[in-house]
């Protein structure tokens, strides 16, 4: 008779954080690389960009901004010290883009929203490096 071990509840809980933590960088990777190219897009010029930001009617250095933002936090999202805080910057930025899909240029904002719904997430499971920052702050 052959004994068969089983899982303990921390090997269980390992297993667990492991499949965790590459589900966040998986995350974590598909944002940066959507950012880099939707912001590279926009600091390179791309009509499509000058178009939308036309639409936009505050002016092309806004376009310029919204490009560094994004691509400043796609880098960010790659370190994992400073990512929650790219994530923070990125939310702003896209609950913005969700916005102005709804009620300013019109179109689909289902890219912003799910790439809302991705930095919500990153900044979520990070939140704790959030609030070590905040409290040594104080």
Known sequence: ??????????????????IGLIALWAVQLALAAMFLLA????????????ALFDGVGIGQWFRYVT???????????????????GALALVATMTGA??????????????????????LTVAWVRRDQ?????????
């Open 130 to 138: 959030i609030s070590s920052a905040l409290s040594r702050i104080r």
């Open 39 to 50: 912001g590279g897009s926009k600091l390179a010029g791309a009509p499509a960009m000058i």
């Open 98 to 119: 969700v916005l102005t899909h709804l009620f300013i240029v019109g179109g689909s904002p289902m890219v912003p929203a799910v790439l809302l719904v991705g930095s």
């Open 1 to 18: 008779m052959s004994h068969v071990a089983s899982p303990t509840l921390q090997t269980v809980h390992a297993d667990h954080s492991r």
């Open 67 to 85: 490009g560094l933002i994004e691509v400043g936090s796609a880098v960010t999202l790659l370190v994992p010290s400073i990512a929650p805080f």
